[in-house]
């Protein structure tokens, strides 16, 4: 097994704790100039994404945690797992719903996603910035308002629900910031 | 930010001018190091070792001089990088002849007044600062009650075996410390005498030192002492530090006999202070980390 002595502590550097994978957010030297040294590190669980802090000895190891991010194309929803392919290999990953989370309303097929991997088990799929998605529900807009600034909710092909302009009507395609979950402009059929 | 730091030089200088005080610049690089245990000395191939202060250079001279002394410079620690820390920094570290703790405080404190900051603050023993902030007293809590302490405050490392030493200084370190020093600097005294070496106990009470440290916004800022001028305690306390250093398996330096050898010359009655430069810059500049002060900081050179 790997491991990681508190000199090599930086942010970002996946360990093991208690079992769970975490990624150090923060890390801290502390020493008292007469006394012992100590590392005091902020770390993110990253199955649950919750944050603690942890107390180390300075020169004490923990396990590194095989915690590594692929490129991997979405390819279907199947009712339970999400389906994934990495394309340069054409090896399959099936990620769980929790791993999915938010980013389900945030993904369609064939989209790229940044997926977190530990022991090669899909942890978490981050969904691509941008997405470009045709609208199927929306109420039409009301005439005589319709660009200044007053918007609308709209589900797009995703289920994912965002606000759009008053112009903005049925069937068309869009672009949307899915960090923000937010309307960016109309999108070009291509 | 190089302005700043020259300005801060200067003011410093003459703060230690106008007291009467000498500068001197002893050897960076010394055949023997202090015995601390929990002092790294960076050592230098076939040459000894960088000095992590001043101290025995300055003690050596006192007893040559017989007068009051200051250094101004760089100084080394091993294994030192952080937010807070950087392995080569700036320290100002002086001693006054027929100082005691208490005159060792004053002085600081219009030190750092004259640098532009808050007038020193309350003062507090190392007993009352944890008696109030832990509801726990250092000198009498059992190993178990530090531990359960520890536990309480979220910060016991894994696996943690120590001695009394280690869990103070733990408390001290990620409890105590960071509370410290928010409305100007403040005043520890009396910090326990387990690991004291080069300083004077007290009088009245031989489980404490007479060293102090200042804190500010919640960093360690300088420490002082009225000095130990029994070169056969010296030994003693240099011996057992060796000891502890062997037992953790650290490295172990010669013990500096040319100090010992003076101190049996008979070092003056002293009070001295060792001043953090860097940190003390950063904190006047409203800076988050010293490596915003210091021209090369490490390890980014």
């Given at each position: 097994?790997?491991?990681?002595?508190?000199?090599?502590?930086k942010?970002?550097?996946?360990?093991?704790l208690?079992?769970?994978?975490?990624?150090?957010?923060?890390?801290?030297f502390?020493?008292?100039?007469k006394g012992?040294?100590?590392?005091?590190?902020?770390?993110?669980?990253?199955k649950?994404?919750r944050t603690?802090?942890?107390?180390f000895k300075s020169g004490?190891?923990?396990?590194?945690?095989?915690?590594?991010n692929?490129?991997?194309?979405f390819l279907?929803?199947?009712?339970?797992?999400?389906?994934?392919?990495?394309p340069?290999?054409?090896?399959q990953?099936?990620?769980?719903?929790?791993?999915?989370?938010d980013?389900a309303?945030w993904?369609?097929?064939?989209?790229?996603?940044?997926v977190?991997?530990?022991?090669?088990?899909p942890?978490?799929?981050?969904?691509?910035?941008f997405l470009?998605?045709?609208?199927t529900?929306?109420?039409?807009?009301v005439?005589?308002?319709?660009?200044?600034?007053?918007?609308?909710?709209?589900?797009?092909?995703?289920?994912?629900?965002?606000?759009v302009?008053?112009?903005?009507?049925?069937g068309?395609?869009?672009?949307?910031?899915t960090?923000?979950?937010?309307?960016v402009?109309r999108?070009?059929e291509s | 930010?190089?302005a700043?730091?020259?300005?801060?030089?200067a003011?410093?200088r003459?703060?230690?001018?106008?007291?009467?005080?000498?500068?001197?610049?002893?050897?960076?690089?010394?055949p023997?190091?202090?015995?601390e245990?929990a002092?790294?000395?960076?050592?230098?191939?076939?040459?000894g070792?960088?000095?992590?202060?001043?101290?025995?250079?300055?003690?050596?001279?006192l007893v040559?001089?017989?007068?009051s002394?200051?250094?101004?410079?760089h100084?080394?620690?091993?294994?030192?990088?952080?937010?807070?820390?950087?392995p080569?920094?700036?320290?100002l570290?002086?001693?006054?002849?027929?100082?005691?703790?208490?005159d060792?405080?004053?002085?600081?404190?219009?030190?750092?007044?004259?640098?532009?900051a808050p007038a020193?603050?309350?003062?507090r023993?190392?007993?009352a600062?944890?008696?109030d902030t832990l509801?726990?007293?250092?000198?009498?809590?059992?190993?178990d009650?530090?531990?359960?302490?520890?536990d309480?405050?979220?910060?016991?490392?894994p696996?943690a075996?120590?001695d009394?030493?280690?869990?103070?200084?733990l408390?001290?370190?990620l409890?105590?410390?960071?509370?410290?020093?928010?409305?100007?600097?403040?005043?520890v005294t009396?910090?326990?005498a387990d690991d004291?070496v080069?300083?004077?106990?007290?009088?009245?009470?031989?489980?404490?030192?007479?060293?102090?440290?200042?804190f500010?916004?919640g960093?360690?800022?300088?420490n002082?002492?009225?000095?130990?001028?029994?070169?056969?305690?010296?030994r003693?306390?240099?011996?057992?530090?060796?000891?502890?250093?062997?037992?953790?398996?650290?490295?172990?330096?010669?013990?500096?006999?040319?100090?010992?050898?003076?101190?049996a010359?008979g070092?003056?009655?002293?009070a001295?202070v060792?001043?953090?430069v860097?940190?003390?810059?950063?904190l006047l500049?409203?800076?988050?980390?010293?490596?915003?002060?210091?021209?090369f900081?490490?390890?980014?050179?």
């Amino acid at each position: 097994m790997a491991q990681y002595s508190t000199q090599q502590f930086k942010g970002g550097l996946k360990i093991i704790l208690d079992g769970d994978p975490y990624s150090i957010v923060e890390n801290e030297f502390v020493k008292p100039g007469k006394g012992q040294a100590f590392s005091r590190v902020k770390v993110r669980n990253l199955k649950t994404g919750r944050t603690i802090e942890r107390t180390f000895k300075s020169g004490d190891s923990v396990e590194a945690a095989d915690v590594f991010n692929l490129d991997l194309q979405f390819l279907y929803h199947d009712g339970e797992f999400y389906h994934f392919m990495d394309p340069a290999s054409f090896e399959q990953y099936q990620a769980s719903e929790a791993a999915v989370g938010d980013a389900a309303k945030w993904i369609q097929a064939e989209d790229k996603c940044d997926v977190t991997l530990w022991n090669g088990v899909p942890l978490q799929v981050d969904a691509p910035n941008f997405l470009i998605s045709r609208v199927t529900q929306t109420d039409p807009g009301v005439r005589g308002n319709t660009s200044s600034g007053g918007t609308k909710p709209a589900t797009l092909e995703t289920g994912a629900v965002v606000q759009v302009p008053l112009f903005i009507e049925e069937g068309e395609l869009l672009r949307v910031d899915t960090r923000k979950a937010e309307y960016v402009s109309r999108a070009s059929e291509s | 930010m190089l302005a700043e730091r020259a300005a801060l030089l200067a003011t410093l200088r003459d703060e230690m001018a106008a007291r009467g005080m000498l500068e001197v610049d002893t050897a960076l690089l010394s055949p023997a190091a202090p015995c601390e245990r929990a002092l790294e000395c960076l050592a230098v191939g076939g040459a000894g070792y960088l000095v992590p202060s001043p101290e025995h250079g300055l003690k050596r001279l006192l007893v040559e001089t017989r007068r009051s002394l200051y250094q101004l410079g760089h100084v080394f620690r091993a294994g030192e990088v952080g937010r807070w820390h950087n392995p080569e920094f700036t320290m100002l570290e002086w001693y006054e002849l027929g100082g005691s703790m208490q005159d060792a405080v004053d002085t600081l404190g219009t030190v750092l007044a004259a640098a532009g900051a808050p007038a020193l603050g309350r003062q507090r023993t190392y007993r009352a600062v944890f008696t109030d902030t832990l509801a726990l007293d250092p000198l009498t809590a059992s190993l178990d009650d530090l531990e359960r302490c520890a536990d309480a405050h979220g910060v016991t490392p894994p696996e943690a075996r120590g001695d009394r030493v280690f869990w103070l200084d733990l408390l001290m370190g990620l409890v105590v410390q960071p509370r410290l020093g928010t409305q100007g600097p403040e005043i520890v005294t009396h910090f326990p005498a387990d690991d004291a070496v080069l300083i004077a106990l007290d009088g009245d009470d031989a489980r404490v030192g007479q060293r102090f440290e200042c804190f500010w916004q919640g960093i360690e800022l300088a420490n002082g002492a009225k000095e130990l001028t029994d070169p056969r305690l010296a030994r003693q306390r240099m011996q057992r530090e060796q000891d502890v250093r062997i037992e953790q398996g650290q490295a172990e330096p010669p013990i500096d006999e040319r100090l010992l050898a003076a101190m049996a010359t008979g070092l003056p009655e002293c009070a001295g202070v060792a001043l953090g430069v860097d940190r003390l810059l950063a904190l006047l500049t409203g800076k988050p980390r010293l490596a915003e002060v210091i021209p090369f900081a490490w390890p980014a050179r």
